[in-house]
């Protein structure tokens, strides 16, 4: 891709932030490049700021500009903010199975609502459809790749404690470094508490965040959050733990689409779906790995990515 988009980040404002001489009203109301069945026009497109997130909106970004799009991508803190933009001023987001469906079910139905999401993808996706239809989201076909939520320690605190998995917790009080998400979600703070039984302090620091790794490494959380493929564990002196009694829900990486949008542009429904099948979880991990290990930029990795897989002409 010869010109490159520019990510915006929205920090945590309630709202995303736009360009100038775009904003408000004006976003949600400019049709002009949505009208067309295909073949191009403006797209925006929403997601979350940390690494891998912006990694895979930079996919996005290449396989929808490869098929003529305009593309403004915007990177805010938590999903519950591009989804009070979503559907609306925001056409498509680079989304987790049971993360979109977790948020959609709360917002619907309230904090204490069960969790609909399980570790079989089908079940979850089931559940998740009268949700979805209801709020005007169509998901594409998921990936095989899927990125879960994973807690780590240093690994002098593991071999001291003899703490290797979740389990190993249950009845201490631990601080933990997250995302300002994880309180009441069963796959972070509500499950470490229902679930293994421990006593959490939340430190809202961020997703695998510099700020979280380094609050466990000084010893001002004892746990921190970050995902499945996080490949910078090790040279930090840090460990994941075993998810021993299985909180993780299905987190396969699935395109979700304004049904509206998608309805007037069926054509982006190949190049994000063939983008999916290419990612498995060994190979996000090595691209992962070079924008969190190696500091490449997510655009640099992205795009030789998808022009090697022949993704893009």
Request: hydrophobic residues 40%; aromatic residues 6%.
């Amino acid at each position: 891709m010869t010109l490159r988009r520019t990510l915006f980040t929205a920090v945590l404002s309630g709202g995303l932030l736009f360009s100038a001489g775009c904003a408000g009203d004006d976003v949600a109301d400019d049709d002009s490049g949505n009208n067309d069945s295909s073949g191009g026009g403006k797209v925006v497109l929403a997601s979350q700021g940390f690494d891998e997130a912006a990694l895979l909106s930079a996919m996005y970004d290449e396989v929808l500009d490869d098929a003529g799009y305009d593309v403004e991508v915007k990177l805010v803190d938590t999903r519950a903010v591009y989804l009070k933009e979503f559907p609306g001023s925001v056409d498509i987001v680079p989304e987790y199975v049971a993360g979109i469906g977790d948020q959609l079910n709360t917002d619907a139905n309230g904090e204490g609502a069960p969790v609909i999401s399980s570790s079989d993808l089908d079940e979850t996706l089931a559940a998740m459809a009268p949700l979805l239809e209801d709020k005007g989201i169509t998901l594409l076909e998921p990936s095989g790749a899927a990125s879960q939520n994973a807690y780590f320690v240093t690994q002098e605190f593991s071999d001291a404690n003899g703490v290797t998995a979740l389990s190993d917790l249950e009845g201490e009080s631990v601080t933990l470094a997250a995302a300002p998400d994880c309180e009441g979600r069963a796959d972070c703070e509500a499950g470490l508490t229902d679930v293994y039984g421990m006593d959490v302090t939340l430190l809202p620091l961020g997703y695998a965040s510099p700020q979280t790794y380094q609050a466990v490494v000084d010893g001002e959380a004892e746990l921190g959050q970050t995902g499945t493929l996080d490949g910078t564990l090790a040279e930090q002196g840090l460990v994941l733990l075993e998810d021993d009694r299985g909180i993780q829900p299905a987190q396969n990486l699935v395109p979700a689409v304004s049904t509206e949008f998608l309805d007037e542009h069926p054509d982006i429904r190949e190049p994000l779906e063939a983008l999916m099948a290419a990612l498995d979880n060994a190979t996000l991990g090595e691209l992962i790995a070079r924008v969190t290990v190696d500091r490449e930029t997510p655009e640099d990795v992205a795009e030789e990515f998808v022009e090697s897989e022949g993704l893009v002409d």
